[in-house]
């Protein structure tokens, strides 16, 4: 981690062409770091993984403003920055921000209002989506040379005589023009036997891409009905496309399936759904919860000069131990001589993170087997720090051994009240995810039953029978990966049906 953004600060992210693996690193850091992203409509909304923390407008069309101008765009870039004494704004745009995307003009915006900013810059469209099809923008012996063009603004047979030299020609946003541009390069004296391609929706499960000739391009566009986004390639290495095309998202297990990923936790954890992403899904993540404090005063009076085990069963409650902390004008220095217990890897991962050693984590991780593994002794009063719902497995197991579990109530989970758009997604998934047995029984609450879920355990399952749910399937291990594997075996039992098309 490098260090924190100033504040006020806009940062200029490109957030890359689609898949949202390509992202780069510091994008990644700038996100977590923002309190405010304004987005465009290209961009993968699992991009917003990497900042849950931060407030999201979306100023694409059909977006926050209902037909947004630069011009708003810009006020409102300076207008965020400066609310509430000064925020870091993250300004996240498709493909790189310098490359058609009037980056220019919103860094002029912040240089205008005196607001520092920096440029994150991405993979453009222009170069990915030709790798993405196998073609090589410069190859030796057929391409020296390739140039970046709008397909917006050039037109007329004079438009491309300044780029007889110019061995590749790239263009963006050019699907809509495609007959008149090809005329008018063929006019400019452009071989129509040139090979040419049009690469749509590049790096997406949705990818597609016609290849064909000068002449023949734009009728082929036209037949495979490939619209915008879109990216046209004329010149030599064109051809390579034929023996270089790598990516056949047709190939993916999870090729045209939706995918709802349901998240419980505070933090997003979006390794699942790119993994999901990576197998061809198109996904889309669903917080089913949402995080109050809980009772602060209880937590801290409790755990003062406690000396025994205090167990730990979510990176949510070990976030909301030290928030709980804080608000009761206390900190961790309470725990100075308990011992800690985390149920897994993950709650360790966030203990550690605050600077505390876990004392304890049991051989495989869960409730059921922190409770049966803890080294206590019968008679020893334990406590769980929770929220206001019981971990009835956690209890059981503690109980079984003669050891008494109090619950503190560090946080207060309520279920969430979905988007519309939120409601659609899951509407529209033939799969959703279900990571725990509070993930099954907050669907339930949150959107009913009616759904085909792929399920990570036994617990998750037995859980999401109890509420109503019918269609499971189950992992064989208790790993994403393998959560990864039964969403596949999932979507091919539904056939492909989404819970709105099933009777
Ligand atoms: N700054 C962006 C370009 C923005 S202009 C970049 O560097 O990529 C928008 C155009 O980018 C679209 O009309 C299309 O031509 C192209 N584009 C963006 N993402 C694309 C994708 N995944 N596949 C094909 N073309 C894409």
């Known amino acids: 981690m490098s260090e924190p953004l100033p504040r006020p600060f806009v940062s200029l992210v490109g957030a890359g062409p689609g898949d949202p693996g390509l992202l780069t690193l510091r994008a990644r850091e ?25 407030e999201v407008l979306n100023v694409g069309k059909r977006g926050f403003l209902p037909s947004a101008t630069q011009d708003d765009i810009n006020a409102l870039l300076v207008a965020k920055a400066r609310e509430n004494g000064g925020q870091r704004v993250v300004r996240l745009k498709g493909g790189d921000p310098f490359v058609f995307g009037r980056g220019g003009e919103e860094a002029l915006a912040c240089r205008a209002a005196g607001i520092a900013f920096e440029i994150v810059p991405g993979i453009s469209s222009a170069l990915s989506a030709a790798a993405y099809a196998g073609i090589p923008v410069t190859h030796r012996g057929l391409g020296r040379s390739f140039a970046v063009l709008t397909g917006t603004d050039r037109h007329g047979p004079a438009a491309y005589a300044d780029l007889a030299g110019v061995d590749t020609l790239v ?21 129509p036997h040139t090979p040419a391609a049009c690469v749509q929706w590049a ?30 390639i004329v010149g030599e290495v064109a051809a390579l496309q034929a023996e270089l095309n790598w990516f056949d998202p047709a190939a993916m297990p999870l090729h045209g399936a939706q995918v709802a990923v349901t998240r419980t936790r505070v933090q997003a954890d979006s390794t699942l759904a790119s993994l999901l992403h990576g197998r061809g899904a198109q996904v889309s993540e669903i917080p089913l919860l949402r995080f109050l404090p ?23 409650a070990v976030r909301a131990l030290a928030q709980s902390l804080l608000a009761a004008g206390r900190d961790l220095r309470v725990l100075a001589r308990a011992r800690l217990a985390a149920v897994g890897s993950g709650t360790a991962q966030a203990l550690r993170d605050l600077g505390l050693a876990p004392d304890f984590v049991p051989s495989r991780s869960g409730s059921r087997h922190l409770g049966a593994e803890l080294p206590a002794q019968p008679g020893e009063v ?77 617990q998750t399952e037995l859980a999401a029978r109890e509420v109503g749910f019918t269609r499971l399937v189950l992992a064989e291990h208790p790993t994403l990966d393998s959560l990864g594997d039964a969403v596949v075996w999932a979507y091919r039992q539904s056939g492909g049906l989404s819970a709105s098309s099933q009777v």
């Open 30 to 54: 700038v996100l977590s770091q923002a309190d405010v992203v304004l987005v465009d409509a290209l961009v993968s909304p699992a991009l917003l993984a990497h900042c849950p923390q931060a």
């Open 171 to 191: 263009f963006l946003m050019a699907a809509r023009h495609l007959g008149q541009i090809t005329s008018d390069l063929m006019a400019a004296g452009r071989d």
């Open 382 to 458: 334990v406590l769980h720090i929770g929220s206001q719902q019981p971990d009835p497995v956690l209890d059981a197991a503690l109980a079984a051994r003669g050891i008494e579990c109090l619950t503190l109530e560090a946080y207060r989970s309520e279920y969430n009240d979905l988007s519309a758009a939120q409601r659609m997604q899951l509407q529209e998934a033939q799969v959703v995810t279900l990571a725990s047995a509070t993930g099954a029984r907050a669907l339930a609450g949150v959107a009913g039953t009616d759904f085909t879920a792929a399920v990570i355990g036994p």
């Open 294 to 316: 809980g009772r602060a005063r209880e937590v801290a009076g409790a755990l003062g000069g406690f000396d025994g085990w205090v167990l730990l069963c979510s990176e949510q």
């Open 203 to 232: 790096s997406t499960p949705q990818q597609r891409s016609v290849r064909a000739t000068l002449g023949t391009l734009a009728q082929r566009v036209q037949e495979a009905g490939l619209g915008a986004p879109a990216v046209t």
